[in-house]
């Protein structure tokens, strides 16, 4: 029983993570239709800015400034990159933000040099028991910002005058424009707030093992998650990232008993495979919007 | 430590002296034969027959501006791919290596250049194939080709082209491939020896080998295979990959089967979380890592009482700290820079390649089909004390050719990069035993 505990908590780290990351794909697809492929990119940015501001001023401290520094990142690729190309098909879009990726991870890859870099978190592999059960820490942490962050982002959309104006272009632009949002400063903001959002994640991801110039590929596990819960769904990126997490960690942990003769490494394969059970049950994930069709 | 460092400087004293007497008789040599053989330090060219790759005026920005000039290609991981951060480290260490060749005069009338052709492969078979293209026309031989599907993807152009090439590994796999001149014990034969060390010293009951599919870390699984075997202990294999956040399924089959060693061959991010995790969740045996394992970055994460406690590194020769001629002359070539094994590395994988363009210019035949020829014919490379001595037989097939040494080391928060020798070119009974006659990883069936 402990160590189905354990594997859940686990999953439910790590799980975290894919959250906020998923939860960065969603915000940009409900604003500009598009996934944004450069969100590895963003995380891995935000995790190496962490990585050289918790010498300075601390891990605390160093997590909300690298937030605010990725999220004038994406804000600044959103003037130069995206706002140009409104009006042209999204595929369009999506090809750019690949090329964005690449270019960032470029420029960031000399930052981080060769070796593993240090997030300067206080947790590293420590363990703490919570009632009776022995726990890694930066686990809890994860599970804290998660809830933190969706409670911040929730209550943003819901009272806030530019949450409001967010959902308002997202739902319609033509018609949020006539009532006097300005669609461009929503679209702007989602970038932002999408950059901010993968830089704290990968502060978290940095923890325990640290940073290299392959740690990116983490942020392509929000792609299941994010599909599972239904694209344009954030509370559904939440369940899916969490799903995906939870999934994974008892796949690693018992398939090699369970089922040996799915092979190994099957946990890798498991948010696929959880994907298609979701998308034959509902097609547009289990928080997505139907989309309405004329036959 | 003081001591070390004033005993360190006086041996590289002797060591210079040394190399500065071997030059002046190499230019005293070159001297006396000039007259008879206009190649030697003249012209560049005359007697030595060439085709590509090779020019009668000089290097750009030449050492010797009488010599012609050998143009080496690199095609190497510099941007994008997992070993962008190692690329240009190995690259330097070759630049240094074939510098000081320069220096003592190049070979046979020639300077050696391998900064004019460094391609970019981006760890990708298809970009490596057209960059190869690209500098087919203008290069005598490869300096480095970095990655095993990078190479294959090239490998029959340059068996066809008579093109020989140093890699930048060390998979069983490049002792069956004739136009790739390899140096060091393969992961194969590192894990042999790991297994038998362990055997011999901690008395090791079981061995679980983690590792990546394909020929670096099947290569090292197989070979642990075949000495748990020849051991008569237990063997269990999982396969992993890449990615931090893949680890799960290994831990959790370290702690379920709490094996005596665990034998790791995975990138270094991979190997930490591996050993942080097991150790924090209470695992108590030894860990041995391949080769590329180890990065002394590592010392800084939460890992690292982990890596203090239960790690040996097993490497193809000495690390940072090693006391050889051939260190020594890399260090001091390499200058003041932040000690890292990869540039090591780039230095002592170009040992064949100046072995084989010696013997070739010796027969003066440095065309494409002369260097390889020369190649082939090699029966020891001067390793200058790397490796140990009858090292590099190519001439007599496979199987001879295999290097069989290994190199273990602790981990050590005081050596330059972290790596303490324990073993220095330790050669287990399994692997004195054993017939290279094919790569382990597909001659060996891990189930």
């Not at chain 2, 993807?153 to 136009?179: K, N």
Request: charged content about 15%.
């Amino acid at each position: 029983m402990e160590e189905v505990l354990s594997t859940l908590v686990r999953g439910l780290g790590f799980g975290s993570l894919y959250a906020m990351l998923a939860v960065s794909f969603v915000i940009i697809y409900k604003s500009s239709r598009v996934i944004s492929f450069a969100q590895p990119a963003m995380m891995l940015a935000g995790a190496t800015l962490v990585s050289y501001l918790a010498g300075p001023v601390g891990f605390y401290l160093a997590v909300p400034l690298a937030a605010l520094g990725i999220a004038a990142l994406g804000l600044g690729i959103e003037r130069a990159t995206i706002r140009p190309m409104i009006g042209r098909p999204v595929f369009v879009i999506a090809i750019i933000t690949l090329g964005l990726d690449i270019a960032i991870r470029v420029v960031v890859n000399v930052f981080i040099g060769r070796d593993v870099r240090q997030v300067g978190d206080p947790w590293g592999l420590s363990t703490v028991e919570v009632l009776g059960l022995t726990v890694q820490q930066r686990y809890i942490a994860m599970i804290v910002v998660l809830v933190v962050v969706v409670a911040a982002l929730f209550s943003f959309f819901r009272y806030s005058r530019w949450g409001l104006a967010m959902r308002a272009a997202s739902l319609d632009q033509e018609t949020a424009l006539v009532q006097g949002v300005s669609v461009g400063t929503a679209m702007a903001m989602s970038w932002a707030m999408a950059g901010g959002l993968a830089a704290v994640a990968g502060a978290f991801v940095g923890t325990g093992g640290g940073v290299d110039q392959s740690t990116w590929v983490i942020a392509l596990k929000a792609l299941p998650a994010i599909i599972i819960g239904g694209l344009d769904s954030i509370e559904g990126a939440v369940v899916g990232g969490l799903a995906v997490g939870v999934v994974e960690s008892f796949v690693a942990a018992y398939q090699a008993d369970v089922a040996p003769w799915l092979g190994q490494n099957f946990s890798l394969v498991s948010p696929y495979v959880l994907l298609l059970l979701v998308l034959l049950v509902r097609p547009y994930g289990l928080f997505g919007t139907r989309e309405v069709e004329r036959v | 430590m003081r001591n070390t460092a004033r005993r360190g400087a006086g041996l590289r004293r002797r060591r210079l002296m040394a190399v500065s007497l071997t030059g002046l008789a190499v230019l005293a040599a070159g001297c006396r034969g000039g007259g008879e053989d206009p190649a030697d330090g003249g012209d560049g060219g005359g007697d030595v027959a060439t085709d590509v790759g090779v020019t009668s005026e000089p290097c750009p920005d030449a050492v010797n501006a009488d010599n012609g000039c050998i143009y080496l290609g690199t095609l190497s991981d510099l941007t994008v791919g997992p070993f962008a951060a190692a690329g240009p480290l190995i690259i330097e260490g070759q630049e240094a290596f074939w510098n000081r060749v320069n220096e003592d005069g190049g070979i046979g009338g020639y300077d050696v250049d391998v900064t004019e052709y460094v391609r970019d492969n981006q760890y990708n078979p298809q970009v490596t194939n057209q960059v190869y293209q690209e500098i087919k026309p203008d290069v005598l031989a490869l300096a480095q080709t970095l990655g095993s599907p990078m190479t294959a993807a090239i490998v029959d152009d340059l068996d066809a082209e008579d093109i020989i090439a140093a890699p930048a590994a060390w998979s069983s796999l490049y002792l069956f491939q004739d136009v790739i001149v390899e140096s060091g014990a393969s992961y194969c034969a590192e894990a042999m020896n790991g297994v038998d060390y362990a055997v011999e010293n901690d008395g090791i009951q079981s061995v679980m080998a983690i590792h990546y599919a394909g020929d670096y870390g099947a290569d090292a699984a197989a070979g642990a295979k075949v000495a748990a075997e020849a051991n008569g202990i237990e063997f269990t294999n999982v396969e992993t990959t890449a990615g931090a956040d893949n680890q799960a399924a290994a831990i959790a089959a370290i702690r379920e089967q709490a094996p005596d060693l665990v034998l790791i061959s995975t990138g270094p991010t991979e190997t930490a979380t591996i050993v942080g995790q097991a150790v924090a969740g209470g695992f108590q045996g030894r860990v041995m890592g391949s080769s590329p394992t180890w990065n002394p970055a590592i010392l800084q994460s939460p890992a690292a009482p982990a890596f203090q406690a239960a790690f040996q590194h097993l490497g193809p020769w000495g690390p940072w700290d090693a006391e050889t001629d051939g260190h020594a002359a890399a260090l001091e070539a390499l200058g003041d820079v932040q000690p890292n094994e990869f540039y090591l590395a780039g230095w002592f994988w170009s040992y064949p390649l100046k072995a084989a363009l010696e013997a070739a210019a010796e027969n003066g035949d440095l065309t494409r089909a002369g260097l390889r020829e020369a190649a082939e014919g090699l029966e020891e490379i001067d390793f200058e004390g790397v490796l140990p001595e009858g090292t590099g037989n190519y001439a007599g097939g496979a199987n001879e050719a295999a290097s069989r040494a290994t190199y273990i080391s602790a981990i050590d928060p005081a050596a330059s990069t972290g790596l303490a020798p324990v073993a220095e070119a330790y050669t287990g009974p399994t692997v004195e035993a054993y017939e290279f006659t094919g790569p382990c990883y597909e001659v060996e069936d891990l189930g």
